[in-house]
Every structure is written in structure tokens, then in C-alpha cells.
């Protein structure tokens, strides 16, 4: 099977394997983990959202020079948004694990990141006219965490990783694939990992800090406003270099990951709906405490996302992860080559043709 044209493996691969730990993340929430995992789940959510958000960001460059495509792909994630929210109530519904409550305003849990996108992706052309984009985004991240916000609170939080991804170019990803700076990475998330391990845990449980830091109000997580916003400020900068890490790990060549990668969008959506019926089930239960049980989900999500990023779950669900939206603009008119006049539908009206002027006159000018 072969790659659509033009795309670059490293990012599916990069895609593929933070979608990964998404998944690994989500059903790590209803598993005994014990101390290990537990840091290696508290890592990861320090770093797979912002890091999403700034791959977002880097792809909206292209949408910046193609009024047409940016306008139609925001709103299939409009439409894919509304229709998957629906649908995620209704499952909830029928498995009997809450009652039914649409709100289009409330996201439904990992949704969130849909609505994310259409609010990231809208936005794009004003920060791209800025002088400073990157300081403004912090000052909105670092400001949106004095108050409870809802789902903007999130949205907002990470703006900086979008407007980052927004702002770098390609040579920047280049850098990261040199040797020395490999080498690097390994001892930066090994270091984080010892943070995690061994530091925080005198002060909260690590999934929680950070899902307070990202997800919250400071007043929610029990800080006073400069504790938070210090915080907040030094987690942006601690963040980007810990995703530059992770990113410089990423494998760069062809393969099934990269083919998979290209679907990541499906596993994302997707994945939640398996995770709600295991949980209704009760069949994380039967699931060891500990490293194993820990080890045997990990194994069980990359398989999961696998499926979820293949060719048949593609085809099955296109049509409302990625519905066509042609109907939704109006065709705008070809432009007339030089020399060719342009169609006419029969009701526009002539334009007068301008009288040349004698070759004679213009000399006498």
C-alpha cells in the first residue's frame, strides 16, 4: 500500500505514536498502574496535547495560502464535531453510564480537541499578521487560567504550542534528527521522568498536576493566582523542550507506521467508543494491578490503534469523520486566461470594449 502523494513520513509517524499514547492514557485512567506507570502516564500528559497542538499549528501554514481548502476542512471539523458529539451522548445513553445531554457548547470529553481545531485553525490568519504572535499566545495562556473558562480554558491554555507550530519552519524539524541532539532528548525525558517519579509525588499526584495545569482554573487546582500563572509560564518553556524531545525520537522512515499515522484523525475520534464499552462492561476489571496490567493496556491500545488506522476503518467512517462540505460555499468563478474570454452564464451584462487609441495621437502625447 502506498502513502498518498505528498506527505512526509516523519510527521504520520509522529502522529501515529501520540495518538498512541492518547489512547494508552485515556484507558490508563480506569487501570492500577502502580508507581512506574504512573509516572510514565503522568509524563505523557505533560506533553501529547501540546504537541498535537503544535503539529495543528504547523500544518495550518498551508491552509494560510489557500483561502478555499482551510474554509472546507474547518468545516468538516465542524460538521464531524456536532455529528460525533451526538453520537458519543446517545452511546452513553444506551450503555447506561449517564444520561443523555447534548450541548454542542459542553464538548464531550476528548472531543474537546475538534472543537480546539476549528477555534485554532479560524483563528491562524490574525496570527499570522502579527508582529510577536508567540508572546501574545502566552500572555492569553497565562490570562485565561485566572478564571474557569470551561472548555476555552483548555483551548486556551495550549494556544501557545498552536501559535509555535504556526511560526516554525521546516529546516527547525532538521535540527532535531542530528545525532547530538537524539542523544539529548534521551537524557531530557529521562530526566523528566525522575522529576515525575520521584519529586512530584511529594506534592500531588502527577496526572492530576497536570491535568490542573492545562485543563483548569489555578483556583480549581488550589493555587493563588501568581503560584499559577509562574507555573503555567514555566510549564509552556519546560513543554516545548520536552516536545522537542519527543519529536526528535520520532522515526523518519516509510512504513506501516507512517501509513497509519495518515489516519490518526480516526483514532482519535474512534478509540473512546471502545474504551466506554470496555468500562460498561466492567472488563477493566479483569485487568492485573501493576506493572503487567499496565504493560498488557499498552499493548492492547497500540493493537486498538492500529485497527483504528486502517484502510477499512477509513472507508467505514469517511463519510462523517470527513464529510463533504462543497454544498455548504459557493463555487467561486474560474479566472479568465490572458486572451480567453471568461464563460458567461447569459445574465451578466457586457463590458464595453475601450476605443484604441490612433497610433498618431499617442505620438503627438
Known amino acids: 500500500m502506498s502513502r498518498p502523494a505528498g506527505r512526509e513520513a516523519y510527521f504520520d509517524n509522529a502522529k501515529f505514536v501520540i495518538g498512541c499514547l492518547v489512547v494508552i492514557g485515556h484507558a490508563f485512567t480506569w487501570v492500577d498502574l502502580g508507581p512506574w506507570f504512573t509516572a510514565f502516564e503522568a ?17 495550518s501554514q498551508g491552509f494560510l495560502r489557500s483561502t478555499g481548502r482551510a474554509r472546507r476542512l474547518i468545516a468538516k471539523i465542524a460538521l464531524a464535531y456536532l455529528v460525533f458529539d451526538l453520537l458519543y451522548q446517545i452511546l452513553d445513553a444506551v450503555l447506561g453510564l449517564r ?26 490568519p490574525l496570527w499570522w499578521q502579527m508582529r510577536h504572535p508567540f508572546p501574545v499566545a502566552v ?3 497565562l490570562v485565561a487560567g485566572l478564571s474557569e473558562l470551561g472548555i476555552f480554558t483548555k483551548i486556551l491554555s ?21 545525532p547530538a541532539v537524539r542523544l539529548a532528548a534521551v537524557g531530557i525525558l529521562l530526566v523528566e521522568f525522575a522529576l515525575i517519579f520521584l519529586v512530584l509525588p511529594e506534592f500531588m499526584d502527577g496526572r492530576d498536576f497536570f491535568r490542573a495545569l492545562w485543563n483548569r482554573s489555578y483556583e480549581y487546582a488550589g493555587w493563588v493566582a501568581p503560584v499559577g500563572t509562574g507555573l503555567r509560564f514555566f510549564a509552556i518553556f519546560g513543554t516545548m523542550v520536552v516536545g522537542a524531545a519527543v519529536l526528535a525520537l520520532i522515526p523518519t522512515g ?13 483514532m482519535y475520534v474512534l478509540h473512546y467508543a471502545v474504551i466506554r464499552i470496555v468500562l460498561a462492561n466492567g472488563w477493566f476489571e479483569l485487568v492485573p494491578g501493576g506493572a503487567l496490567g499496565a504493560a498488557l493496556t499498552c499493548v492492547l491500545c497500540v493493537a486498538l490503534g492500529v485497527v483504528l488506522c486502517s484502510r477499512p476503518t477509513q472507508i467505514v467512517f469517511k463519510p462523517i469523520l470527513e464529510p463533504p462540505t462543497d454544498w ?15 464563460p458567461s452564464d447569459g445574465r451578466s451584462t457586457p ?8 497610433q498618431a495621437r499617442i505620438a503627438q502625447r
Do not use: C, N
Not at 165 to 176: I, N, Q, S, T
Not at 328 to 336: E, N
Open 43 to 59: 509524563m505523557g500528559s505533560s506533553f501529547r496535547m501540546p504537541v498535537f497542538a503544535f503539529l495543528v499549528g504547523y500544518f
Open 99 to 124: 444520561p443523555f445531554e447534548f450541548s454542542p457548547l459542553a464538548p464531550y470529553t476528548h472531543l474537546w480537541f475538534l472543537t480546539a481545531m476549528f477555534l485554532w485553525r479560524g483563528s491562524a
Open 139 to 141: 500572555f492569553v495562556s
Open 158 to 178: 495550549m494556544l501557545p504550542f498552536f501559535v509555535l507550530g504556526l511560526m516554525v519552519k521546516r529546516e527547525h524539524f532538521d535540527v532535531l534528527r542530528r
Open 254 to 266: 516509510a512504513g506501516l507506521i507512517s501509513r497509519l499515522g495518515s489516519r490518526s484523525l480516526y
Open 328 to 342: 455548504l460555499f459557493k463555487r467561486r468563478p474560474k479566472r479568465a486566461r490572458p486572451g480567453v474570454p471568461a
Open 351 to 358: 463590458v464595453p470594449q475601450a476605443t484604441p487609441v490612433p
